[in-house]
């Protein structure tokens, strides 16, 4: 019987199945001599002849598409990056850091700024166009308004899709309006420190309809970006990549050249001052990084 993982807990992983039901299964002994640890979002197929009712063994892993770090999960086909507006106040340099990892590990990322009915108008087309002029997908949701929530589920239709961002954004209570059967804990923002508790603990896949599930993630507060070089930051920031071949020196930094094109299209407000200075920002931590 062929079936997902959708949750890995204390060695037991629970596999949806084609037919809708889940097993709580226990992998193979071959995959610890192999040192293959099975990962949320593997395909794989499971033996329930001879087992308890509702239990399996994991017989084999499919071939991964994919597998990332952070997250560890595999097969995704996509990720959403959720910030609020507003309450708590957005940290893009926290967005632009979880921007370049996805990059990194090369999986399309779409941006969610929700609580959209909290802000003016104006405060929201401004930030969400500073994105879109990078070159992201961008949608402003409100779960209060049910605004957005349409064109969220059409993204996530036929797809995995790893749904991410800081604790208190109102990711859960967006994973609560797709899948109500979901019943996510939604966590309240303290009033003091404006932050929202942390209410996911652990990866888990949420089967939406026919080949589409969500992950939620546990919510973070910080991003460090340490296993990425210096040099290959550049390749991370998508709005860079036009003016690859325009700057005088191969190879330019984007920092100190003449003749840079990336600086003049900051200049220009072709590029979002504020994601130069997130690169400048993260440059400069990488490059005081002690490498070993």
Do not use: W
Request: net charge neutral.
């Amino acid at each position: 019987m062929r079936g997902k993982i959708i949750k890995g807990i204390a060695g037991f992983y629970y596999v949806h199945t084609q037919d809708n039901r889940i097993y709580e299964c226990k992998a193979k002994g071959i995959f610890r001599n192999h040192k293959i640890k099975p990962l949320v979002g593997d395909n794989v197929e499971i033996e329930v002849e001879g087992q308890p009712q509702g239990q399996g063994i994991i017989t084999e892993i499919l071939p991964r598409n994919n597998e990332l770090i952070r997250p560890a999960v595999s097969n995704i086909d996509q990720a959403m990056i959720i910030f609020a507006a507003a309450e708590p106040a957005p940290n893009l340099n926290l967005l632009d850091r979880f921007l370049v990892m996805m990059q990194k590990q090369k999986v399309p990322t779409i941006i969610c700024f929700n609580k959209s009915d909290i802000v003016s108008d104006d405060e929201m087309s401004k930030m969400a166009e500073m994105y879109r002029q990078s070159g992201y997908k961008v949608i402003c949701t409100s779960t209060v308004l049910k605004n957005g929530i349409g064109e969220i589920q059409e993204l996530l239709r036929g797809k995995t899709t790893v749904l991410a961002g800081p604790s208190g954004v109102g990711k859960s209570s967006i994973i609560n309006i797709i899948q109500p059967e979901a019943k996510m804990e939604t966590g309240q923002v303290s009033e003091k420190i404006k932050r929202g508790k942390h209410t996911t603990r652990h990866s888990e896949l949420i089967f939406v309809e026919k080949d589409t599930y969500i992950m939620d993630t546990p919510g973070f507060s910080s991003l460090y970006i340490n296993e990425i070089d210096k040099d290959e930051l550049k390749d991370y920031f998508i709005e860079f990549h036009e003016y690859d071949n325009e700057c005088r020196f191969i190879g330019c930094t984007h920092l100190n050249e003449p003749a840079c094109a990336v600086k003049e299209a900051v200049k220009d407000n072709k590029i979002g001052r504020l994601r130069y200075n997130t690169y400048v920002e993260l440059y400069e931590e990488l490059k005081s990084q002690k490498r070993y």
